[in-house]
Structures are given as structure tokens and as C-alpha cells.
């Protein structure tokens, strides 16, 4: 994966937790696409990608976003992304309409909580 971004992966429970820190863009969104998948392994019940270390999002950052989302929902697995309040990414993410797709989270907490309400599977 290019410099401009790198993950992290930590187990929580039977969620995955994914870190990415830097910018994301059209350079390094396919091999940060393909290191995700990587890590979403069998046995797991849903993915955080906890957003907070990451400064730069463009299309092609989005787009991969909502495939992960797509892909992801074809296997019953939740995604979801964990964007501070203050974060200039929220921004991009809500102004696409990311934020209807895929719920936007303020704190591992929320983004890891077990009990979402009905209708929810993660």
C-alpha cells in the first residue's frame, strides 16, 4: 500500500476493527480496498472502520466506501464507520449521502455496541 495511507487491524470480539490513517484517494483506494477484504475473515460478525487518523477522502475514497458497504451487506455483515463530530471527513462523508448507507459514529462505543435496537443485526 502506497504511504499515503496504512491500516491497522484489532480484534473486538467478533468485530474487526480497522484503523486507516492518512489520505485516501484514487492512488492507494484499490490496495486499501484489497487489505480490507483481507482482513474481514471468516467468523467475523461485523467491521468498524474507525475513520479518525484519516485526513483526506476523495471519490474514489467514497466509492470505495460504499462498495465495502455493498459488498459486505451480500455476506450479512454490518459496516460501520467511526468519524468524530469535528472531523473534516464527516463533512464529505454526510454531503454524499455515505451517511444513509453506512451509520456514521462518534465513539468506539456506539460504532462497537452490540445493542443496536431492532431491525439491526450488529
Known amino acids: 500500500m502506497s504511504e499515503l495511507a ?34 474481514v475473515s471468516d467468523g467475523v460478525e461485523g467491521v468498524v ?11 474514489a475514497a467514497i466509492e470505495l466506501l460504499f462498495r465495502l458497504a455493498a459488498r459486505l451487506q451480500g455476506r450479512r455483515l454490518e459496516l460501520r464507520l467511526l468519524v468524530p463530530a469535528d472531523a473534516p471527513t464527516r463533512a464529505v462523508l454526510e454531503l ?24 439491526t443485526s450488529f
Open 6 to 39: 496504512r491500516i491497522d487491524v484489532e480484534e473486538l470480539g467478533t468485530r474487526r476493527l480497522i484503523r486507516i490513517n492518512g489520505e485516501v484517494d484514487i492512488s492507494n483506494s484499490r490496495e486499501l480496498a484489497t487489505a480490507i477484504e483481507r482482513a
Open 96 to 119: 454524499t449521502g455515505l451517511h444513509q448507507v453506512v451509520p456514521l459514529e462518534t465513539s468506539l462505543n456506539d460504532a462497537a455496541s452490540v445493542d443496536r435496537g431492532p431491525g
Open 49 to 59: 472502520i474507525d475513520l479518525s487518523g484519516t485526513t483526506y477522502l476523495d471519490s
